[in-house]
Each structure stands twice: as C-alpha cells, then as structure tokens.
C-alpha cells in the first residue's frame, strides 16, 4: 500500500506558475513509477506526466510539453510538478499516482492521491 497526499494547488492568473508536489508514505517509493493526471468536470481523467523509479526518464502529454516539468526526490518520498506558462485550459483537478510498471492509462495506476485544484484565470 502506498498513500499519496497532493499540495500546492490554488488559483493563479495565465501565465503564472505553480509546483505541486505529492507526498508518498508507506511502501518503498523508489520502486514506483509516478504519474501526474488531471480532470475537469464531465470528462475522464487524463494523462498529464509521468516519471520512471530513478527518475532517469519522463513522459509528457502533448498538450504540457515545454511548460511542465515534472521530478522526483526519491530520499523525500516526493513528486514533483512543477507548472510554467499556465493556460486557462490547465484548470483541473490534478491527481498524483504510483504503479509499479510505466504507463499513460489511468487505470493501470493502482494508487491515487486525493487531488488538488489548479484553477487558471484568464
């Protein structure tokens, strides 16, 4: 069992930033890929970033690339996303997440976070 525990979420103007992080407890979090999602109402949740055990390798969606990094602290049990050049459409409610194998698909994840909400003014 893993729990994931998000913070950093809140209300920026376009063209702000914000980093959220997600703090892990529980089993090993080295032995864990780590994936960023998010929703926003009426829609599933959708693939945003993911990062490999030793944080060697990343994966972003298309629509996040060249402005969202996203890292690791594997001493600190931590995730990170770190969010540049926000856009009113990256207004969402943003999940962490942790498998044991790679993946873009929400439900090969087995663990999840609670959520926390970016909201992007315009």
Known sequence: QVQLVESGGGLVQAGGSLR???AASGRTFSAYVMG???RTPGKE???VAA???SGGSTY???SVK???TISRDNAKNTVYLQMNSLKPE???VYYC???GTFSYVQYDYDYWGQGTQVTVSS
Do not use: H, K, P, Q
């Open 20 to 22: 959220l992080s997600c």
């Open 36 to 38: 960023w999602f998010r």
């Open 45 to 47: 949740r959708e693939f």
């Open 51 to 53: 990062i490999r055990r």
């Open 60 to 62: 972003y969606a298309d």
């Open 66 to 68: 060249g402005r969202f």
């Open 90 to 92: 990256d207004t969402a």
């Open 97 to 99: 997440a942790a498998d």
